[in-house]
């Protein structure tokens, strides 16, 4: 069916870098955009990025630009969000998103989530 | 960066009762505006697009309304389901999309 697949939990220390992986199934991955949100606990929805998987253009949030870097491989339909230095408000649960087509950017299909502790 | 600001922060209503969310942009989005709904350990589910179409699949007592600064997510009558969070997306003007802080709703 159509999903999106994220990879497993991480735990990782401050300064460290991380990569979290969307593996797309059951549509055709180069013909839509995917974003990466992320949710610190308790908190609310904060968008990253996109990266458009047909041509591995993107696009991040001016206040992230340093740190994270989008990627995709094609020929196994994944995507991937590499953020690094982290701190310890980095801690979050991290989605992948899919861009659905109609009026504005909106998201019909998300990943469940991947939770990145950052912790000494 | 456009600003959506929900309200209230939590609503306490009882299934049956009519929910009603706002959301206000600090300048005019148009009708690019998206309404999720978020249960506890799950990823959001997008609910209304364009500020009143629904998805696919999501039942006909989840209507979105408003354009410009004001929108409105409107919840005719609640089902046990329907206690969750709610966000509303912005996407007129970006980079960056940004979302409202949610909107509770719980069991009165």
């Known amino acids: 069916q159509v999903q999106l697949v994220q990879s497993g939990a991480e735990v990782k220390k401050p300064g460290a870098s991380v990569k979290v992986s969307c593996k797309a199934s059951?549509?055709?991955?180069?013909?839509?955009?995917l974003h990466w949100v992320r949710q610190a606990p308790g908190q609310g929805l904060e968008w990253l990025g996109w990266?458009?998987?047909?041509?591995?253009?993107?696009n991040y949030v001016q206040r992230f630009e340093d740190r994270v870097t989008m990627t995709r491989d094609t020929s196994i339909s994944t995507a991937y969000m590499e953020l690094s230095s982290l701190r310890f408000d980095d801690t979050a649960v991290y989605f992948c998103?899919?861009?659905?087509?109609?009026?504005?950017?909106?998201?019909?299909?998300w990943g469940q989530g991947t939770l990145v502790t950052v912790s000494s | 960066e456009i600003v959506l600001t929900q309200t209230p922060a939590t609503l306490s209503l009882s299934p049956g009762e009519r929910a009603t969310l706002s959301c206000r942009a600090s300048?005019?989005?148009?009708?690019?505006l998206a309404w999720y709904q978020q249960k506890p350990g799950q990823a959001p589910r997008l609910l209304i697009y364009?500020?009143?179409t629904r998805a696919t699949g999501v039942p006909a007592r989840f209507s979105g309304s408003g354009s410009g600064t004001e929108f409105t997510l409107t919840i005719s009558s609640l089902e046990p389901e329907d206690f969750a969070v709610y966000y509303c997306?912005?996407?007129?003007?970006?980079?960056?999309?940004?979302f409202g802080g949610g909107t509770k709703v719980e069991i009165k």
């Open positions: 990266i458009k998987p047909n041509s591995g253009d993107t």
């Open positions: 059951g549509y055709i991955f180069t013909d839509y955009y």
């Open positions: 998103a899919r861009e659905a087509r109609g009026a504005g950017a909106h998201f019909d299909l």
């Open positions: 364009g500020a009143s």
């Open positions: 997306q912005q996407s007129t003007n970006w980079p960056p999309l940004t």
């Open positions: 300048q005019s989005i148009r009708n690019y």
